[in-house]
């Protein structure tokens, strides 16, 4: 059963940091691309990054603060956020999807419950 788990969120002060994991279970990370998301209170879900087998992406609103990378050996991809901002607060969920291609992929098939990460003083 392909399953992927986000960890890591919390609550975090303005500049501060955190990692957030996707474990993935089920399948090869190897072989799939995977996908960072997040939904704050009232808005839409909103792309963050992506890591397939050649590139990794990210959003404009987190470039430079935002990296993501992954460990085969663990089957596990991260996203390490740093210079963290209030409008980062929401609830972060990954994504896996079967993909060989080099860009994001257009959908994903399996999603994560995911975790909050609030910025706040």
């Known amino acids: 059963q392909v399953q992927v788990v986000e960890s890591g969120g919390g609550l975090v002060q303005p500049g501060g940091s955190l990692r957030l994991s996707c474990a993935a279970s089920?399948?090869?990370?190897?072989?799939?691309?995977i996908g960072w998301f997040r939904q704050a209170p009232g808005k839409g879900r909103e792309g963050v990054s992506c890591?397939?087998?050649?590139?990794?992406y990210y959003a404009d609103s987190v470039k430079g603060r935002f990296t993501i990378s992954r460990d085969n050996a663990k089957n596990t991809v991260y996203l390490q956020m740093s210079s963290l901002k209030p409008e980062d607060t929401a609830v972060y969920y990954c994504a896996a999807q079967s993909y060989s291609g080099s860009l994001c992929p257009s959908r994903y098939d399996y999603w994560g419950q995911g975790t909050q990460v609030t910025v706040s003083s």
């Open positions: 890591i397939t087998s050649k590139n990794t």
């Open positions: 089920g399948f090869t990370l190897v072989n799939y691309a």
